[in-house]
């Protein structure tokens, strides 16, 4: 049975992982960038161009650009490390390291879009808020704890319920960049559910992975659904 199945479960925690450092990679820079962006400093309309490019990009010309910088011998990330005296890396090679490239490139692509949420929330805050809070002598610091933190919050949440159903349903970036491997250790739930389905032919378990990976969205979709009443 598809559930009693040792590479689901296995599948199932590498899903985890990559949505957990994920969304610790992903959020806190894109409320980074959406602050340095609401500044309306010199250069950021060029800037926030620049910066919504990969969203632009489809996930599987990323993944073929990805997989060539990421090659052991011909790879320019490897390139720019031998400049500081870093040896070759088997980025895509190597368990570990191949769990880090795909979360740095579905980080790279997802990060505009988590900017560009929270740029749209700061941009609905008061500005008289902030000039009271200048006022009464209040720090940036703590103008950014006490006032933007918890206004942007709502928006906040609904990104993160929208990133894991993404990582829920990983797949075309992925494909291109690992196939899942080295062996399974880069292979998601949704992967092995294609897998399964249409490497290994067996149509009734990927069916099973299928409404196993629907099963597991749901709860996310009905909390992304009261987020996103709370932004209104």
Do not use: C
């Amino acid at each position: 049975m598809a559930l009693t199945a040792p590479e689901t479960w296995s599948t199932f925690r590498i899903t985890l992982i990559i949505t957990f450092f994920g969304l610790i990679l992903q959020i806190p820079l894109g409320i980074v960038l959406a602050l340095a962006l609401h500044e309306n400093l010199r250069g950021t309309k060029v800037f926030r161009s620049i910066l919504i490019t990969p969203m632009l990009l489809t996930p599987v010309a990323v993944g073929l650009t990805y997989r060539f910088m990421f090659d052991t011998d011909l790879g320019v990330i490897n390139w720019a490390l031998s400049l500081f005296g870093v040896d070759k890396v088997n980025w895509l090679g190597s368990q570990t390291s191949a769990l880090f490239a795909v979360i740095i490139v579905d980080s790279w692509q997802s990060v505009p879009f988590v900017m560009l949420l929270v740029l749209a929330a700061l941009t609905a805050i008061s500005p008289s808020l902030y000039e009271a809070a200048r006022v009464d002598g209040a720090s940036p610091a703590q103008i950014f704890r006490r006032l933007t933190l918890p206004l942007i919050t709502p928006t906040l949440l609904v990104v993160t319920m929208i990133k894991i159903m993404d990582f829920l349903k990983l797949f075309d970036t992925l494909f291109i960049l690992t196939r899942g491997g080295p062996g399974n250790s880069t292979t998601t739930l949704g992967l092995w559910a294609y897998k399964t389905g249409f490497t290994f032919l067996e149509l009734s378990r990927a069916a099973a992975l299928g409404v196993l990976i629907a099963l597991v969205t749901m709860p996310v979709y009905l909390l992304w659904r009261k987020a996103s009443r709370g932004v209104r």
